[in-house]
């Protein structure tokens, strides 16, 4: 009777195993869904089978500008992700940065893109506050990512002057995230 159990659990085992399948939304250091830091633009289409993706192929190689490759959902037309390239019109080029525009795609700690910095801020160390114009680009190095703020959601005091250091106890906790990016370098 031991002896039928052991292959028995064995079995049972290689089979949950199996059948744990990765969520196509999960955002972690190196990947966005099913997009990972090594995914090379000509693979876009596979990687992406079920969605759309936008036309990337500019047509003048001299125009030296970064295209912007879109990613669709299929059948709703639903923008997911903005995907920048390394290299322009270079279809060996890896992702170099994806802004992440579904709310879907979120981190393990739940962080997305609706989330508010007191969200941020209890799940990850921020690792720095860049003063813009108009907003506040926060980064966090554990997972590649950066946010917008926008400035109009920090005190008067501190929203026209772009030479003030902005510190993260400055800014409110109910601000809102403007943008999510993931960057790869």
């Not at 525009?101 to 393990?108: A, H, P, V």
């Not at 910095?117 to 554990?142: K, M």
């Not at 005190?155 to 990016?181: C, G, H, N, Q």
Request: aromatic share 10%; charged share 25%.
């Amino acid at each position: 009777m031991k002896n039928l159990l052991i292959p028995f659990f064995a079995i049972a085992l290689f089979l949950t195993s199996c059948n744990t399948a990765s969520d196509p939304f999960l955002v972690t250091k190196h990947s966005v869904g099913k997009l990972n830091d090594s995914t090379k633009v000509k693979d876009l289409k596979r990687v992406f089978e079920t969605d759309s993706l936008s036309q990337f192929i500019d047509g003048d190689e001299f125009t030296g500008n970064t295209n912007i490759i879109k990613v669709f959902e299929k059948g709703t037309q639903k923008l997911l992700l903005e995907l920048t390239p390394k290299e322009a019109l270079d279809s060996l080029s890896t992702i170099q940065n994806v802004r992440i525009i579904d709310n879907r795609y979120k981190t393990k700690k739940s962080l997305d893109k609706l989330c508010d910095f007191s969200c941020l801020t209890g799940n990850y160390n921020i690792s720095g506050v860049q003063n813009t114009l108009r907003n506040l680009i926060v980064s966090v190095d554990e997972i590649n990512a950066y946010f917008t703020i926008d400035k109009s959601e920090l005190p008067e005091d501190l929203r026209y002057d772009m030479s003030k250091k902005i510190e993260v106890l400055s800014i409110p906790p109910t601000a809102k995230i403007k943008d999510f990016f993931i960057q790869w370098y």
